[in-house]
């Protein structure tokens, strides 16, 4: 029978699988949010500054990070920057003030996944953090290429055989989805569930409509429809 060690180390491994990180300075607040995701079944970390955040992102496993910018010492967009030039590519959700719109451009610019401005609903906040949990902590490189088409996130640009294409916000979000996932079939349900809303009501034919529109822009191959799975880019060229 393995030792109390070892079911210890195996219990706290699977710990970390759904530990979560807070940054927030304002105590009320933190521990408001500890209770409710100890709640929704993660472990949760706190950090009342950002040099303690910073520290505690770079040295232990976490699925995700809820990151205020406004904090002592080191400041959230400081500290998330930091983290992406470690490549360390946790998902990070950012805190920000409610008139805070160059405050969010520029969180996404420098590499954090979204945004809530604050006051802000717990269950939106919730819903937003499985989302980014669900995408995964892959790289977020500057410039995604696959096959003909180059993707530019910070620029919010898209370029196929060197070409300049105008993309509408959805149309972007959907090929970044899909080429993050390169040569995987991605089901219509998952590119809904992290392009859409969670509070969206409608069905999947949305994608569809969308994705329509990309290969209309695009190359007519460069997305493949894969039955009764969903759709597929290709890094090969044809």
């Given at each position: 029978m393995p030792s109390v060690s070892v079911a210890l180390d195996a219990a706290a491994a699977i710990l970390n699988l759904v530990r979560v990180l807070v940054v927030e300075d304002e105590i009320r607040l933190s521990a408001a949010l500890k209770r409710g995701l100890e709640a929704e079944g993660f472990a949760v970390d706190v950090a009342a500054n950002?040099?303690?955040?910073?520290?505690?992102?770079?040295?232990?496993?976490?699925?995700?990070?809820?990151?205020?910018?406004?904090?002592?010492?080191?400041?959230?967009?400081?500290?998330?920057e930091t983290l992406?030039?470690?490549?360390?590519?946790?998902?990070?959700?950012?805190?920000?003030?409610?008139?805070?719109?160059?405050?969010?451009?520029?969180?996404?610019?420098?590499?954090?996944?979204?945004f809530l401005s604050k006051p802000f609903s717990y269950l939106v906040l919730v819903a937003r953090l499985r989302a980014l949990i669900?995408?995964?902590?892959?790289?977020?490189?500057?410039?995604?290429?696959?096959?003909?088409?180059?993707?530019?996130?910070?620029?919010?640009?898209?370029?196929?055989?060197?070409?300049?294409?105008?993309?509408?916000?959805?149309?972007?979000?959907?090929?970044?989805?899909?080429?993050?996932?390169?040569?995987?079939?991605?089901?219509?349900?998952?590119?809904?569930?992290?392009?859409?809303?969670?509070?969206?009501?409608?069905?999947?034919?949305?994608?569809?409509?969308h994705v329509s529109a990309l290969r209309r822009k695009l190359d007519s191959e460069a997305i493949d429809t894969i039955r009764s799975g969903g759709y597929r880019m290709s890094r090969s060229t044809r």
């Open positions: 950002g040099s303690d955040g910073l520290w505690l992102a770079t040295e232990q496993p976490y699925v995700a990070i809820v990151l205020d910018i406004m904090l002592p010492g080191i400041n959230g967009l400081k500290v998330c992406r030039t470690k490549q360390i590519w946790t998902p990070i959700l950012m805190l920000t003030a409610k008139d805070g719109e160059l405050d969010e451009a520029e969180a996404l610019e420098i590499g954090a996944d979204d669900r995408r995964g902590a892959g790289p977020r490189p500057v410039t995604l290429t696959v096959g003909n088409v180059a993707l530019h996130p910070l620029t919010r640009t898209c370029t196929n055989r060197g070409q300049q294409i105008e993309l509408t916000g959805r149309e972007f979000a959907v090929l970044e989805y899909l080429m993050r996932r390169a040569d995987e079939v991605v089901p219509k349900a998952d590119i809904l569930a992290n392009v859409w809303d969670f509070a969206y009501e409608g069905g999947d034919n949305v994608v569809e409509v």
